[in-house]
């Protein structure tokens, strides 16, 4: 068999060739799958002091989008019983500080809920288990990483798809001992269609959440914190 063998002239113009047309094409930029996302907010969650679960919040700037990555997973259980589980998987994109999309996955104890959102010329419209209306363009979903949630009377709820009425108070300054050091920290209550306190550093950061459930205390515990990377997105805009 005759072998091909070209002169060093031929893979030179070859190699340029090449080169020309790779130069021409530009990278792709697709989101990274969430699991690869190292988390901003790594919290333990604790129910009456014992670690039950973990919720991440992931940020991944693409192009002049922020898609947020959220888990939340707890799980009560004594030995090989489970006598609760709770799985929730939230992405939502921003866009000049705005919702933009926000697809969820919710399994509360074996009750599934879907939730799909997009921005259009009228609002957000949101698409869940329940049915679907169009919220207004402003809306803040109950993700709760941006400061301005405490200003809402009304928020998206992102597990059951719906407009839920809320309204906040603040209930104090409280130092926080994180692995960064104490921070301080401004305290609110909300009220309303839900219940819980809410923690902001001075920067606008999530610091911390406390709640009741099922008629248990619920509360946050820091495995990790990104600071730098939570305070160039609280005031996202």
């Known amino acids: 068999m005759r072998r091909f063998s070209a002169s060093p002239g031929v893979w030179k113009l070859v190699l340029t060739f090449l080169t020309a047309i790779l130069l021409q094409v530009p990278p792709a930029q697709a989101a990274k799958e969430p699991g690869t996302l190292a988390p901003a907010y790594d919290f333990a969650i604790e129910m009456d002091g014992r670690d039950v679960g973990r919720h991440t919040i992931a940020f991944e700037e693409i192009g002049d989008e922020l898609h947020v990555h959220i888990n939340i997973d707890i799980e009560v259980s004594f030995g090989p019983i489970t006598f609760f589980r709770y799985a929730h998987e939230n992405h939502e994109i921003w866009k000049d500080g705005r919702l933009i999309s926000l697809e969820t996955k919710t399994d509360d104890d074996g009750?599934?809920?879907?939730?799909?959102?997009?921005?259009?010329?009228?609002?957000?419209?949101?698409?869940?288990?329940?049915?679907?209306?169009?919220?207004?363009?402003?809306?803040?979903?109950?993700?709760?990483?941006?400061?301005?949630?405490?200003?809402?009377?009304?928020?998206?709820?992102?597990?059951?798809?719906?407009?839920?009425?809320?309204?906040?108070?603040?209930?104090?300054?409280?130092?926080?001992?994180?692995?960064?050091?104490?921070?301080r920290t401004e305290h609110y209550r909300m009220t309303g269609d839900l219940t819980l306190d809410l923690w902001y550093g001075e920067e606008g950061t999530l610091l911390n959440i406390a709640f009741k459930a099922k008629g248990r205390s619920i509360a946050y515990a820091v495995n990790a914190l990104d600071y730098p990377e939570m305070q160039k997105v609280a005031r996202y805009e």
Not at 141 to 151: I, K
């Open 111 to 183: 009750t599934l809920y879907e939730v799909s959102a997009k921005a259009g010329e009228e609002g957000l419209a949101v698409t869940s288990t329940s049915g679907s209306f169009v919220a207004p363009a402003g809306i803040l979903p109950t993700s709760y990483w941006r400061p301005d949630t405490v200003e809402q009377t009304q928020l998206l709820d992102t597990q059951r798809g719906r407009l839920i009425e809320v309204a906040s108070v603040k209930a104090g300054e409280e130092m926080l001992q994180l692995p960064q050091g104490a921070k």
